[in-house]
């Protein structure tokens, strides 16, 4: 069984820094793609941004220049930095990975984790 676990949330002030790590664990032969999504209350969930296997990277326009997504692929783990954060970036965020085991493809969110930027 294949499971991703958040961690890294919290409550940050206006311009503070959090990084998140999302760890893949369980019987899994690579991690093809890796994204963090985040929802508001009362709103759907977004995509923030997105890594390939081969390091290729996209970004929602609201967190260009500010986040930074990577991926360290011996430890199966993602991580997303996030700088100069704004009150608006207030959110659960989510990691999301499609994993290829057992001869097959299949996708996996975690359970979220909060981030709360306020002063």
């Known amino acids: 069984q294949v499971q991703l676990v958040e961690s890294g949330g919290g409550l940050v002030q206006p311009g503070g820094s959090l990084r998140l790590s999302c760890a893949a664990s369980?019987?899994?032969?690579?991690?093809?793609?890796m994204g963090w999504y985040r929802q508001a209350p009362g709103k759907e969930r977004e995509l923030v941004a997105t890594i390939t296997n081969g390091g290729s990277t996209n970004y929602a326009e609201s967190v260009k220049g500010r986040f930074t997504i990577s991926r360290d692929n011996a430890k199966n783990t993602g991580y997303l930095q996030m700088n100069s954060l704004k009150p608006e970036d207030t959110a659960v965020y989510y990691c999301n990975a499609l994993i290829h085991r057992d001869g097959r493809f299949d996708g996996y969110w975690g359970q979220g984790t909060q981030v709360t930027v306020s002063s």
């Open positions: 369980g019987s899994i032969f690579s991690i093809n793609f």
